[in-house]
């Protein structure tokens, strides 16, 4: 998709202020700093539309950026940092499940994790969740510029073997927002589950 316009449109902690104009929705998790703010503006082509995190952590709220009139990037915010009490975690993990079980225009959820990295725990948790939910994940291992593409495959197959990966509902990309390697497969599983 050849983006031109983008705008936040809402920033919601309840149902009551989603969008409602029933344009298909696809979520973007991951914990803080995995690179989503970096993902989320080499889609669109923009370099600042999505600030890039100074205070990791911060943002409670589901940002809703529309794009194109054609579809919605739910911007849900970062798991695994340290730095909240367990009431906002309880806080962000029910506004969390809310939305991502009962919104019946979310099409599928991509997933961030660092390519360099085996997954968290946080991340095998919110990957087993969504498929015990039937939610189409794509797993998308970012920072992929800061290791070998002859390191690439052993990558792979470390974080599908940890997250204990399900071919038959997922897919994965690595992806990074350096080379934009990666952009167009991950722009092709989007607009495979908005039926663009
Ligand atoms: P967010 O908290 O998940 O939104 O993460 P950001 O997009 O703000 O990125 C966190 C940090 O990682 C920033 O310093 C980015 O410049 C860096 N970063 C993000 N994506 C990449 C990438 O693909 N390659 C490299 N080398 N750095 C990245």
Not at 74 to 91: F, I, N, T
Not at 96 to 101: S, V
Not at 189 to 196: C, F, R, S, T
């Given at each position: 998709?050849d983006?031109?316009n983008?705008?936040?449109?809402?920033?919601?902690?309840?149902?009551?202020?989603?969008?409602?104009?029933?344009?298909?929705?696809?979520?973007l998790?991951?914990?803080?700093?995995?690179?989503?703010?970096?993902?989320?503006?080499?889609?669109?082509?923009?370099?600042?539309y999505?600030?890039?995190s100074?205070?990791?952590g911060?943002?409670?709220?589901?940002?809703?950026?529309?794009?194109?009139?054609?579809?919605?990037?739910?911007?849900?915010?970062?798991?695994?940092?340290?730095?909240?009490?367990?009431?906002?975690?309880?806080?962000?993990?029910?506004m969390?499940?809310?939305?991502?079980?009962q919104?019946?225009?979310?099409?599928?959820?991509?997933?961030?994790?660092?390519a360099?990295?085996?997954?968290?725990?946080?991340?095998?948790?919110?990957?087993n969740?969504?498929?015990?939910?039937?939610?189409?994940?794509?797993?998308?291992?970012?920072?992929?510029?800061?290791?070998?593409?002859?390191?690439?495959?052993?990558?792979?197959?470390?974080?599908?073997?940890?997250?204990?990966?399900?071919?038959?509902?997922?897919?994965?990309?690595?992806?990074?927002?350096?080379?934009?390697?990666?952009?167009?497969?991950?722009?092709q599983?989007?607009?495979?589950?908005?039926?663009?």
């Open positions: 998709m983006v031109h983008v705008a936040l449109t809402i920033s919601a902690v309840r149902p009551a202020q989603y969008p409602s104009d029933a344009l298909p929705e696809i979520a998790v991951g914990r803080s700093n995995v690179g989503k703010s970096s993902l989320t503006n080499t889609l669109i082509q923009r370099k600042a999505a600030r890039t100074a205070q990791p911060k943002t409670q709220t589901l940002n809703f950026y529309k794009v194109e009139d054609a579809l919605y990037f739910v911007d849900v915010p970062g798991y695994g940092y340290a730095k909240v009490s367990q009431r906002e975690r309880e806080k962000w993990g029910q969390i499940e809310t939305y991502l079980t919104r019946e225009t979310l099409r599928g959820v991509i997933q961030l994790v660092d360099r990295h085996a997954p968290s725990e946080d991340d095998i948790t919110m990957y969740w969504l498929q015990y939910f039937d939610i189409p994940v794509l797993v998308v291992a970012t920072k992929a510029d800061k290791i070998a593409r002859g390191k690439w495959n052993q990558a792979e197959a470390l974080i599908k073997r940890e997250l204990e990966f399900n071919p038959g509902s997922s897919s994965f990309s690595m992806f990074s927002s350096m080379t934009k390697a990666g952009k167009d497969q991950v722009w599983w989007i607009e495979a589950h908005i039926g663009a």
